[in-house]
């Protein structure tokens, strides 16, 4: 380096570059009220050699002390999975089957797997109806018995009145918008008696390309007279809503006035088949979806019933969609003989007449009596 000239670093506590003179002007620049001091360019000096670039040694590291009798421990990179036994891999899937199935997973993965090789390979039957027992069974009633149990609280009362077998008509009121209740009638039916109700649906539900399927499977069929006795001579449980559109259409200042019944086709088969008919009062449904308007023009124009207008819907968008947590009563009443009638009495419409009227009548007064009963809509 020859010549340079060296700077000593650091004040020692004295002002200035550590020399021990007078502070410099810079630092004087930096004092309050100072003027900073003009910048000077330095001239190089004739004697001042060319700096080298200086080149830093390598500096050996002191070795790491090793345990005598111990090898050095080495890692190595591997990959996020590579690594992961199997026996772990099966722990953890057995503890998530655990969590969500309870103790019991094994029995119930199964049964599940189980049910997908008979979906595959086709070995499931299917009626004439195109009622699939199964699906309506691990599917249907399992996603709806948690809304019913949890949501809807339903209280059910004389059961015992539907017949453990043989053919029987449950002939209900209708209510609350949308045919909700149908649903919760299957599956209450199911849960206490351990058969399967089968709705007699109206022709809307089977021109909807999705639900005409989910219906199909679920047990429904079409109503007319023709496939009802025929389910009833097959000893199926029908169930019937006579008031239709009219009943889950009615604005709410009407609930629980029940409409008019048709023209007493559920009594005429009934009457031809001689199977009991068994009258069921459904409270709660009412206060699901309070319909407080309805827009005609566009129900007509989409070729639908009605086009509902509730406190919630449309107002809130799909969060409207969301049912009231209303507290649900359904109440099966003593059936109804039709096997005492002369095997005629189908094609007498006074009496058809007087029957419809009967069973109507039970489902009213038992509505009343209910609604008396029932604390409040959600207890």
């Given at each position: 380096m020859g010549d340079?000239?060296?700077i000593p670093i650091g004040t020692r506590g004295r002002p200035g570059r550590g020399t021990g003179k007078q502070p410099s002007s810079a630092a004087r620049s930096l004092a309050t009220g100072?003027?900073?001091?003009?910048?000077?360019?330095?001239?190089?000096t004739s004697d001042t050699a060319p700096q080298e670039p200086v080149t830093e040694e390598p500096t050996e590291t002191a070795p790491v002390d090793v345990e005598p009798g111990r090898a050095p421990?080495?890692?190595?990179?591997?990959?996020?999975?590579?690594?992961?036994?199997?026996?772990?891999?099966?722990?953890?899937?057995?503890h998530a089957a655990r969590e969500v199935f309870g103790e019991q997973w094994e029995p119930q993965l199964a049964r599940f797997l189980a049910f997908l090789r008979r979906r595959v390979t086709g070995d499931y039957q299917v009626d004439e109806y195109g009622f699939d027992q199964e699906i309506a069974q691990q599917f249907f009633m399992a996603a709806l018995r948690p809304i019913a149990e949890k949501w809807f609280r339903i209280e059910v009362r004389g059961a015992e009145n539907i017949p453990t077998d043989g053919g029987a008509l449950v002939v209900s009121n209708h209510s609350g918008t949308v045919p909700v209740d149908g649903l919760m009638t299957m599956v209450s039916i199911h849960?206490?008696?351990?058969?399967?109700?089968?709705?007699?649906?109206?022709?809307?539900?089977?021109?909807?390309?999705?639900?005409?399927?989910m219906a199909r499977k679920g047990g429904a069929t079409l109503a007319c007279n023709e496939d009802a006795e025929r389910m009833l001579r097959g000893g199926e449980l029908v169930g019937v809503w006579p008031e239709g559109f009219k009943g889950i259409g009615k604005p709410y200042s009407e609930r629980y006035k029940l409409q008019r019944f048709g023209r007493g086709g559920f009594v005429s088969a009934a009457l031809r088949t001689g199977v009991p008919i068994v009258p069921l009062a459904v409270v709660g449904a009412e206060e699901i979806y309070p319909l407080v308007g309805n827009i005609p023009s566009l129900a007509r124009l989409l070729g639908v019933p009605y086009i509902p207008i509730t406190p919630l819907f449309p107002l809130l968008g799909p969060l409207g969609l969301v049912p009231l947590p209303s507290k649900w009563l359904l109440e099966f009443g003593e059936p109804i003989r039709t096997d005492d009638f002369d095997?005629?009495?189908?094609?007498?419409?006074?009496?058809?007449?007087?029957?419809?009227?009967?069973?109507?009548?039970?489902?009213?007064?038992?509505?009343?009596?209910?609604?008396?009963?029932?604390?409040?809509?959600?207890?």
């Open positions: 340079a000239e060296i100072g003027k900073p001091a003009p910048l000077t360019a330095r001239k190089p421990v080495t890692t190595r990179d591997r990959g996020p999975l590579s690594g992961i036994p199997t026996s772990d891999w099966l722990s953890a899937f057995q849960d206490h008696t351990g058969r399967f109700l089968r709705p007699l649906g109206a022709d809307l539900v089977f021109k909807l390309p999705v639900v005409s399927t095997a005629g009495a189908a094609d007498d419409p006074m009496l058809v007449f007087n029957v419809t009227d009967q069973v109507r009548e039970t489902i009213q007064q038992t509505l009343y009596s209910l609604l008396m009963k029932r604390q409040s809509v959600f207890r």
